[in-house]
Nanobody, 124 residues
Framework: QVQLVQSGGGLVQAGGSLRLSCAASGRTFSSGVMGWFRQAPGKEREFVAT????????YYANSVKGRFAISRDNAKATVYLQMNMLKPEDTAVYYC?????????????????WGQGTQVTVSS
């Protein structure tokens, strides 16, 4: 039911930064949790980060902890993923998603709505 439209992404050099955006429409954007996942060529979808919309609590995959930051803008009904100190291994298609859950979750099966994905490429 909810529509998630992603923007951002692109090509950056290792050590650089990039911010992804995910704008929601079609539903009230004030509850549940939002998450970011990524999928590299030949690999399974991987959890990146999640945020509880109401509390702001966040949780990160160990691989991105300390480098990535997830946040939300209530006025714009938008979730962001600020990616710093990017590494070539971060190269993937990134997807935002929403889960109807009261807590942050890294389980992809908990997420019911997904964005279209955006490519992030990090060169060495």
């Amino acid at each position: 039911q909810v529509q998630l439209v992603q923007s951002g992404g692109g090509l950056v050099q290792a050590g650089g930064s990039l911010r992804l955006s995910c704008a929601a429409s079609g539903r009230t954007f004030s509850s549940g949790v939002m998450g970011w996942f990524r999928q590299a060529p030949g690999k399974e979808r991987e959890f990146v980060a999640t945020i509880n919309w109401s509390t702001g609590n966040t949780y990160y995959a160990n691989s991105v902890k300390g480098r990535f930051a997830i946040s939300r803008d209530n006025a714009k009904a938008t979730v962001y993923l600020q990616m710093n100190m990017l590494k070539p291994e971060d190269t993937a298609v990134y997807y935002c998603a929403r889960a109807l859950a009261p807590y942050t979750t890294s389980r992809s099966s908990d997420y019911n709505s997904w964005g279209q994905g955006t490519q992030v490429t990090v060169s060495s």
